[in-house]
T-cell receptor
Framework: DAGVIQSPRHEVTEMGQEVTLRCKPI?????LFWYRQTMMRGLELLIY????????DSGMPEDRFSAKMPNASFSTLKIQPSEPRDSAVYFC?????????????FGPGTRLTVL | AQKVTQAQTEISVVEKEDVTLDCVYE???????LFWYKQPPSGELVFLIR??????QNEISGRYSWNFQKSTSSFNFTITASQVVDSAVYFC??????????FGGGTRVLVKP
């Protein structure tokens, strides 16, 4: 299995620009998670989907952030407009449900730098 | 609310020394799972172990061992005979009903040759 795939691996953009991060979960996994990692706040859950449906988006920082999962094999996290404080590593993870306690497998992350 | 505390922010050891990473958790749920993840310098998060709240049996996997003590809400991780390749940030995490994984702040382990 290829594991969780994220693209791009690195993104540098200017403040105000739209940023789209992409994730392909492990085939057969039906839960997908987006996390953000910063030095100040550590690892934070932004949103998670179960069977392509958003279950909990309470971690999404503000309306500039949005996430979609149009099908079982693809999800996007969009930031519009981006700000320097959005600079972080964004991880996507997937797991098997309905067993809620299954381990999550993480992608390699996207390092976002907003200038 | 649930919380995971890793009081040690950084530990530095010399190769072949043992190192123990502390993890203390808080939750009101009676059913939960605890995890350890490793984040090497390359950045990815690697799953190491999962333990459920009803299984307090300690586990050993090679040079890694885990000590789960429900009475003290702790799930400590020991690396025996550390190697340079063990240098990484290690995260303890907790998941309860609702599928939300809560991470501790991480402990950076530096193993010097």
């Amino acid at each position: 299995d290829a594991g969780v795939i994220q693209s791009p691996r690195h993104e540098v953009t200017e403040m105000g620009q739209e940023v789209t991060l992409r994730c392909k979960p492990i085939s057969g996994h039906n839960s997908l998670f987006w996390y953000r990692q910063t030095m100040m706040r550590g690892l934070e859950l932004l949103i998670y989907f179960n069977n392509n449906v958003p279950i909990d988006d309470s971690g999404m920082p503000e309306d500039r952030f949005s996430a979609k999962m149009p099908n079982a094999s693809f999800s996007t996290l969009k930031i519009q407009p981006s700000e320097p404080r959005d600079s972080a590593v964004y991880f996507c993870a997937s797991s098997l449900a309905p067993r809620a306690y299954n381990e999550q497998f993480f992608g390699p992350g996207t390092r976002l730098t907003v200038l | 609310a649930q919380k995971v505390t890793q009081a040690q922010t950084e530990i530095s050891v010399v190769e072949k020394e043992d190192v123990t990473l502390d993890c203390v958790y808080e939750t009101r749920d009676t059913t939960y799972y605890l995890f350890w993840y490793k984040q090497p310098p390359s950045g990815e998060l690697v799953f190491l172990i999962r333990r459920n709240s009803f299984d307090e049996q300690n586990e050993i996997s090679g040079r890694y061992s885990w000590n789960f003590q429900k009475s003290t809400s702790s799930f400590n991780f020991t690396i025996t005979a550390s190697q340079v390749v063990d240098s990484a940030v290690y995260f303890c995490a907790l998941i309860t009903a609702g599928n939300k994984l809560t991470f501790g702040g991480g402990t950076r382990v530096l193993v010097k040759p």
